[in-house]
């Protein structure tokens, strides 16, 4: 078997462990998110491949949500020919505003993917307000 190998590949991908650690904003580790707005409804979608759906923790506290993963350490018997997949505790925080609505949070977790469906508060939604007038009756205004 003939193997290419490329030794400022395997720096660059060991400089990037040394000095990101456990992940930036920017360059998160181990979990990628995706999130957007459907109606009145904010969804979170976050990447944990190959975790058990009993080893993720969902905590808010306030307006933060917090995601804790964890992805067990390989047996010490078997012989690691190649280990890119971080291992451990991956955590993750998301700070939201006070237009959503924490206390409705829903999640669901499929194929690898932890999806959070978060409203938004009723007293963020648009409504109409009437304004009364001595004398021409009610009108409503959009607020």
Not at 2 to 31: C, S
Not at 74 to 95: I, N
């Amino acid at each position: 078997m003939l193997m290419r190998t490329d030794p400022f590949r395997e720096l660059d991908r060991l400089t990037q462990q040394l000095f990101r650690g456990n992940g930036t904003l920017a360059y998160p580790a181990a979990m990628p998110m995706d999130a957007w707005r459907e109606g009145d409804t904010f969804v979170v979608e976050f990447d944990l491949p190959g975790i058990a759906p009993d080893a993720i923790e969902l905590d808010v506290e306030r307006n933060v949500v917090t995601v804790r993963a964890e992805r067990p350490a390989r047996s010490e018997t078997q012989e690691m020919l190649a280990a890119e997949r971080a291992r451990g505790t991956f955590s993750r925080q998301l700070v939201l505003g006070d237009n959503l609505d924490t206390e409705h949070i829903e999640a669901g977790y499929d194929a690898g993917v932890l999806t959070l469906r978060i409203p938004v508060a009723e007293q963020a939604k648009p409504r109409k307000i009437e304004i009364t007038s001595a004398g021409s009756g009610r009108q409503a205004i959009d607020a």
